[in-house]
């Protein structure tokens, strides 16, 4: 299923993602520092929701309270609570 995330706090406006049984895939970040969001998305591709949870949730951004990464996994884990 595919999703877009409107992500609060951070520099980029909008990540895009699929959940296919429940592996993470087709991650997309809109604005935020493009060439670490990109790795980013490289690196959790093929990755259980709840191992990239695990891995980025309570990373923060310099003074903000929050980044990013951190954002995704929100994003992953308000769908996961919604189910």
């Known amino acids: 299923m595919h999703y877009d995330y409107k992500p609060r706090g951070v520099c980029s406006q909008k990540i895009e993602f699929d959940i296919e049984e429940g592996i993470l895939k087709n991650v997309k970040y809109v604005g935020g520092c493009n060439g670490n969001l990109k790795g980013i998305g490289s690196l959790v591709e093929g990755m259980k929701v709840e191992e ?13 309270q929050s980044s990013c990464p951190d954002q995704l996994a929100r994003a992953l884990r308000e769908i996961s609570n919604s189910k």
Request: with cysteine.
């Open 52 to 64: 990239v949870i695990e891995r980025l949730e309570g990373i923060k951004c310099g003074i903000k």
